[in-house]
């Protein structure tokens, strides 16, 4: 099959350029525009026991609102506000209530801080546009008129909460975007030109993704809005990552073959057909694999990952198809003497390599290097155990300097961590009828006994009086591990109280992470093991055995907690930070799984080629490192690179992913798929190809010696007595 795509895209590269400038350039003018939305309570399904408490106090206290904006008044010199300090700061939050600003409902004067220093007033907006654009431009404005109502007076404001760090994060992810898709080119175009010494080599690649970016994310936006996903513009910068990472990748494994082939004195066309034919499937089942990895996350209960699940498959799924079509209808165009301008080198196979020579080491010694390759991983692994969780989202994706973050900082340290996110903690009737006040005078008190507790707020009721509102403000940050820790404690206590007929739900910023926490916990158990099941699965259709794809998966599953520990290490230990983002380790999973398992496919797919060719397994081992370790290494130097440079974008969010992830490739690339795979193959030996025999396949070999040529191991003396007997 992809020998006859290959023979049609390259008799025909005019058309199939054509088609797909044509195809990029509908789509694209086509596609829907979409708005991002931060709001955390939308990642989460109504089954949740805090988007359940927040339905209810729509319905029971359509007056009450959690605050979308705070704004925090303080003096200029930072000493204490005097009284005629506080009747200014009165006026200011009056007057900027009086704007009458869009989204903006209301601007409560707040309270002031035990030290006597800050004033803090909270912004009621509009709770139907909770997390979209509209809110984060209404924060723009506070901030903008607030700067001028302070302006030559004695205070200063500056404005934080979530409509506040909405705008500061896409700030912060626009500019990382600029600086991730900068760091991506750069390091793209001087790795081509490392590998090829060739300018069109290093620019052409980048034109053709830039086609195939276009294409893809217009059938993303398309997709989101056919399925009402929610959108988010963190996935933006990943996208931009994927795919020229991946859409690089592809690019290698291609024309690492295409030279291999002119050097073995095949016309260039016929070439690019045969290395079409050769790593055609190889790419297919690696973009499989990546794809279903990123479908797994549709099972998921948070709609960010349910979103960008479909968004990094399609990506993926169009730069497959770009890798079979498009790229070697351009490259079958140009003469290899223009397309390796100046070097000469791409006609002659270098002799000695030092992949030859790992090659060697690892058919010779293969016990030895799956020894400390799995020591190395095992080691990393076992630090893994010491993972812990940090939810503070906000802070975690964008600098610590942006104002929203300077806020909430402020506020941590002069008011009670939880004073503008109280946790609510409703008390109802499943009946309608009234409820027992005294019941709640008890549930108030059994609350201000739970540890991590400042403060119970006496509770407020619906005119009906059949639903109950206590206020609980934590001691601790509302997005810290304490105060999730907390929150489960006052859940226990509030569902242990609540009468007989009544139901307690508590809700809040606090319990919205806790939930996430919960939902996360259980895509762990569902997204992981479906995704590793499908990935073995397309691993046993390509290499037609059951035994070579579970220790394919074994192998990459440790390489997976040994990306964790190096990443607990990094941060927590040496960094000193308290935890790692909560979803980190959801995307090295599928990160790390599933396109480090390209490498793994590329290489495996190589040894079956050369026990095919009819060599014992372990000089099968040998001979692929020597023709597939330099694709295998330079292609995951590449991807780890791009990945790498989301280190750039300036937060604690996309710096551990970056390094994570790129370490994680760097792992699956130069430990699993150059040795540690190819030493397990040689010690499994024959039987790791059962029940096939690729091993023996006769009828195969014969397809690996193209028009009377020798194959692609060819020099040594084995393969062409092979081609001589064949001819």
């Not at 991506?184 to 300018?199: D, E, Y």
């Not at 995307?587 to 490498?599: Q, R």
């Not at 397994?617 to 990945?643: D, K, M, S, W």
Request: charged share 15%; glycine share 8%; net charge neutral.
């Amino acid at each position: 099959m992809f020998h006859r795509i290959g023979r049609t895209v390259v008799r025909h590269p005019v058309w199939t350029i054509v088609t797909w400038l044509v195809a990029a350039v509908v789509i694209a003018l086509t596609a829907p525009a979409l708005a991002s939305n931060s709001n955390e309570s939308s990642f989460l399904p109504s089954s949740y026991e805090s988007i359940q408490a927040m339905d209810l106090q729509q319905n029971a206290f359509p007056a009450a609102f959690t605050p979308a904006a705070e704004v925090l008044i303080q003096r200029v010199d930072g000493g204490p506000l005097t009284t005629a300090d506080k009747a200014l700061a009165l006026k200011i939050t009056n007057e900027l209530g009086q704007k009458k600003i869009d989204q903006v409902q209301a601007v409560i004067p707040g309270m002031f801080s035990k030290d006597g220093k800050y004033d803090l007033a909270l912004v009621k907006m509009n709770s139907a546009t909770a997390g979209q654009p509209a809110q984060s431009t209404a924060a723009q404005t506070l901030r903008t008129d607030v700067k001028q109502l302070t302006a030559g007076t004695t205070l200063e404001a500056k404005v934080g909460g979530s409509a506040a760090q909405a705008l500061d994060q896409q700030d912060a992810s626009k500019r990382g975007g600029e600086l991730i898709g900068l760091g991506t080119f750069v390091i793209i175009v001087l790795a081509m030109l490392i590998i090829f010494r060739a300018p069109l080599m290093a620019l052409l690649p980048l034109l053709l993704i830039g086609v195939v970016a276009v294409a893809a994310n217009g059938l993303i936006a398309d997709v989101t809005k056919l399925l009402g996903l929610e959108s988010n513009s963190s996935v933006s910068s990943i996208l931009i990552v994927v795919l020229f990472g991946v859409g690089t990748d592809y690019i290698l494994f291609l024309m690492f073959r295409y030279r291999e082939r002119l050097r073995a004195g095949e016309d260039h066309k016929e070439a690019m057909i045969t290395a079409v034919g050769k790593v055609g499937e190889a790419i297919a089942s690696a973009a499989g694999a990546v794809i279903i990895a990123f479908l797994a996350l549709t099972l998921s209960s948070v709609s960010f990952l349910k979103q960008m699940g479909p968004a990094l498959a399609i990506s993926v799924g169009v730069t497959l198809i770009a890798g079979l079509t498009l790229i070697p209808a351009v490259f079958s165009l140009i003469p290899p003497r223009g397309l390796f301008f100046p070097s000469k080198k791409w006609s002659v196979e270098p002799q000695g390599s030092k992949f030859a020579s790992l090659g060697r080491t690892v058919q010779r010694r293969p016990a030895a290097v799956a020894a400390v390759a799995g020591l190395l991983m095992v080691a990393l692994a076992v630090v893994a155990t010491g993972y812990k969780a940090s939810f503070d989202f906000a802070s975690a994706s964008m600098p610590k300097t942006k104002e929203s973050m300077v806020v909430q900082t402020t506020m941590t340290t002069a008011f009670s961590a939880g004073a503008a996110t109280p946790t609510e903690v409703f008390l109802s009737s499943d009946h309608g009828a009234p409820l027992d006040r005294s019941a709640v005078t008890g549930l108030e008190q059994k609350l201000k006994g739970v540890p991590g507790v400042a403060s119970v707020s006496p509770a407020k009721y619906n005119a009906n009086g059949d639903t109950a509102d206590v206020s609980v403000i934590l001691s601790a940050d509302p997005q810290s591990s304490q105060a999730m820790d907390t929150v489960v404690q006052v859940r226990d206590v509030a569902h242990a109280a609540a009468p007989a007929g009544d139901k307690a739900l508590v809700g809040g910023e606090t319990a919205i992470y806790k939930d996430i926490n919960l939902a996360i916990n259980h895509d762990y158990s569902v997204v992981f093991p479906v995704a590793g099941l499908l990935i073995m699965l397309i691993l046993g259709l390509m290499l037609r055995s059951v035994v070579a794809p579970w220790y394919l998966m074994a192998s990459v599953g440790l390489g997976f907690a040994a990306t964790v520990g190096a990443t607990v290490l990094i941060f927590q230990h040496i960094q000193n930070q308290s935890g790692l983002m909560f979803m980190l380790p959801v995307f090295i999973y599928l990160f790390v799984v599933a396109i480090g398992t390209d490498y793994n496919i590329l290489m495996i797919s190589r040894l079956r080629e050369e026990a095919r060719a009819g060599r014992s397994p372990r000089e099968a081992a040998g001979q692929a490192i020597r023709h597939a370790g330099p694709t295998v290494a330079a292609a995951g130097a590449i991807l780890a690179g791009t990945f790498a440079s989301m280190m750039l974008a300036g937060n604690s969010l996309f710096s551990e992913m970056g390094f994570s992830i790129s370490f994680g490739i760097v792992m699956a690339a130069f430990v699993m798929a150059m040795f540690f795979t190819p030493a397990l193959t040689a010690l499994i030996g024959r039987a790791a190809w059962w029940p096939g025999h690729g091993a023996d396949d006769t009828t195969h070999a014969e397809s690996v010696v193209v028009a009377g040529r020798v194959p692609a191991a060819q020099g040594d003396d084995d393969v062409a007595e092979l081609d001589r007997s064949r001819h």
